[in-house]
């Protein structure tokens, strides 16, 4: 069974950027559609940005021009850069295939200070 690994948060101002990794325990290359979510305190669980068919990437409206979702299959794993970071944009932030078939891994908490 495939199990995730979300890492590579932590505490940024503003403007600043972090890259997020979730690494795979097991091989991701014959899952077409992966995905970053994220959940902010008292907030229910949202979709981020998502990656697909290799190449084809969607953002959330209010990411675009600063996320950058990427997949590497050789080593499992899927990125999130986040640069330009704004306070909204704290959250717990989770990966997983679409349809949410994966169970969910712990997340990496992103926290940006104004």
């Known amino acids: 069974q495939v199990q995730l690994v979300e890492s590579g948060g932590g505490l940024v101002q503003a403007g600043g950027s972090l890259r997020l990794s979730c690494a795979a325990s097991?091989?991701?290359?014959?899952?077409?559609?992966m995905a970053w979510y994220r959940q902010a305190p008292g907030k229910q669980r949202e979709w981020v940005a998502s990656?697909?068919?290799?190449?084809?990437?969607n953002y959330l409206d209010s990411v675009k021009g600063r996320f950058t979702i990427s997949r590497d299959n050789a080593k499992n794993t899927v990125y999130l850069q986040m640069n330009n970071l704004k306070p909204e944009d704290t959250a717990v932030y989770y990966c997983?295939?679409?349809?949410?078939?994966?169970?969910w891994g712990q997340g990496t908490q992103v926290t940006v200070s104004s």
């Open positions: 997983n295939a679409v349809p949410n078939w994966i169970p």
């Open positions: 097991g091989s991701i290359f014959s899952i077409n559609h």
């Open positions: 990656i697909r068919s290799g190449t084809i990437t």
